[in-house]
């Protein structure tokens, strides 16, 4: 029954798109914590999701780590930028995330861009070029046992803001080289 009591949170704030009146606004990491007793892929935790400013409904999603097993909430304030890409401009959501990579996602509709790691990561077997979720690795899985991964439930990022500079098209980020060893009980 843990579908009925857990949930994700949202830890920092949203951003307002004024061209296509939605909100962006990030989500955290699904609960309760063990992953063994939520089973699927708890939809719209670790999610960046578009509401309607005016009706509350959400509008479009894009999660980034299905069925979260290490803490990785989706906690840095995503930012809205439009981005040269193939000579044509795409307006894009950029983020970083605790599970250490940052994401491009089309902000019109929340379609998978690219995803690159800013520090190690080993929870997984790397990202699905599709889809952009983690591949993953069951050795790295902590209700099967101790396991040592990278980032830390701390982050590779955490609350720190990103910024981004639009004449270069650098974005900037905070990172913790963290790594740890856990495992989920019940």
Known sequence: ?????????????????VKQNLIFWGTGNPGPWAGAVRPGDNLNTISTLAFDPDTGAIKMHY??????LWDYDNITTPMLIDVKRDGKTLPGIFSTHKQGYAYLLNRTNMQFVYAEPFMSVTFDKGIDPTTGHPIPDPAKDPSNGLVDV????????????LSYDAATGYAYVTGNEWC???KGLP
């Open 180 to 182: 740890e060893t856990i």
């Open 1 to 17: 029954d843990a579908w009925m009591h857990g949930g994700g949170t949202t830890w920092t704030t949203g951003v307002y798109d």
């Open 150 to 161: 990278c980032p830390s439930f701390l982050g590779g990022t955490n609350y720190m803001p």
């Open 63 to 68: 999660q980034y780590v299905p069925h979260d």
